[in-house]
């Protein structure tokens, strides 16, 4: 029987290097195949490493632990390290996913391999995925009512717009400016889509690709094109919204 192999993904060098060493000491026939520092190199470990297990910082730039596990659609086991406290990770209750709360602790990471072992030698994967990962999203990135954008004033040339946040279509991002397209008009900010998302309701608008957030509303309809990509066509917009492999989980039925 081959050993099992696993990634660790976080954007911290340190946070990397602790949990690698722990992991060493309670766990030594446990294979490290990757060290990632973002979402976008763990996605791409898990692709072409195939590990059994996935140990993702929740909060990572561009590419967060979230996504990462949606878009591994189960072909690993998953473990969340985070900071955030008990009061977010009870949406852990909902399924077999496991987490470490920082700073972890030796007697905690054993706990978790644990687990893990006991699953493996039964062949078990976690289930509910993509339940807890909507918890989660509703623990951890929700803003509050009094915090949440209402209107966003863009930009058009020498022409200040105010775009209610209700009219807004789609979100689109560049180097330099993110574009506000309602069904009628469209503007320019300087708020980069992560920033955005702070203030926005996740259920309002959702994230298809890591330039994009488009409302769900008005979306009309989804469709894959002969290789496979898949594209979102709006009510009131020309336009057609590329979606990203990580977020393709979205339109998974299709």
Same mark, same amino acid.
């Given at each position: 029987?081959?050993?099992?192999?696993?990634?660790?993904?976080?954007?911290?060098?340190?946070?990397?290097?602790?949990?690698?060493?722990?992991?060493?000491?309670?766990?030594?026939?446990?294979?490290?195949?990757?060290?990632?520092?973002?979402?976008?190199?763990?996605?791409?470990?898990?692709?072409?490493?195939?590990?059994?297990?996935?140990?993702?910082?929740?909060?990572?730039?561009?590419?967060?632990?979230?996504?990462?596990?949606?878009?591994?659609?189960?072909?690993?086991?998953?473990?969340?390290?985070?900071?955030?406290?008990?009061?977010?990770?009870?949406?852990?209750?909902?399924?077999?996913?496991?987490?470490?709360?920082?700073?972890?602790?030796?007697?905690?990471?054993?706990?978790?391999?644990?687990?893990?072992?006991?699953?493996?030698?039964?062949?078990?994967?976690? #289930?509910?995925?993509?339940?807890?990962?909507?918890?989660?999203?509703?623990?951890?990135?929700?803003?509050?009512?009094?915090?949440?954008?209402?209107?966003?004033?863009?930009?058009?040339?020498?022409?200040?717009?105010?775009?209610?946040?209700?009219?807004?279509?789609?979100?689109?991002?560049?180097?330099?400016?993110?574009?506000?397209?309602?069904?009628?008009?469209?503007?320019?900010?300087?708020?980069?889509?992560?920033?955005? #998302?702070?203030?926005?309701?996740?259920?309002?608008?959702?994230?298809?690709?890591?330039?994009?957030?488009?409302?769900?509303?008005?979306?009309?309809?989804?469709?894959?094109?002969?290789?496979?990509?898949?594209?979102?066509?709006?009510?009131?917009?020309?336009?057609?919204?590329?979606?990203?492999?990580?977020?393709?989980?979205?339109?998974?039925?299709?």
């Amino acid at each position: 029987m081959t050993n099992p192999t696993a990634i660790i993904a976080d954007d911290e060098d340190l946070q990397r290097l602790d949990l690698k060493r722990m992991l060493k000491a309670v766990w030594p026939e446990l294979n490290i195949v990757a060290e990632c520092e973002d979402g976008g190199d763990a996605l791409d470990a898990i692709a072409n490493l195939q590990p059994d297990i996935a140990f993702l910082d929740i909060r990572m730039p561009e590419i967060n632990g979230l996504d990462v596990a949606r878009a591994s659609d189960g072909k690993c086991r998953v473990v969340f390290t985070t900071a955030f406290d008990n009061h977010a990770i009870e949406a852990f209750k909902l399924g077999a996913i496991d987490y470490l709360l920082k700073p972890i602790t030796d007697e905690r990471l054993q706990q978790s391999i644990d687990r893990i072992k006991a699953q493996m030698e039964t062949g078990a994967l976690p #289930q509910n995925l993509m339940q807890v990962m909507a918890a989660l999203d509703q623990k951890l990135r929700a803003p509050s009512e009094a915090e949440r954008i209402k209107w966003i004033s863009a930009s058009l040339g020498n022409t200040i717009k105010l775009f209610p946040i209700d009219e807004v279509l789609f979100f689109e991002s560049d180097l330099r400016y993110t574009r506000v397209v309602s069904a009628k008009d469209e503007g320019h900010i300087r708020t980069s889509i992560k920033e955005l #998302q702070k203030g926005l309701d996740p259920d309002q608008f959702w994230q298809i690709h890591r330039s994009v957030m488009v409302n769900p509303h008005a979306i009309a309809r989804a469709r894959r094109d002969e290789m496979g990509n898949i594209f979102v066509e709006l009510r009131d917009h020309p336009e057609q919204l590329k979606v990203s492999q990580t977020y393709a989980w979205r339109f998974k039925s299709m």
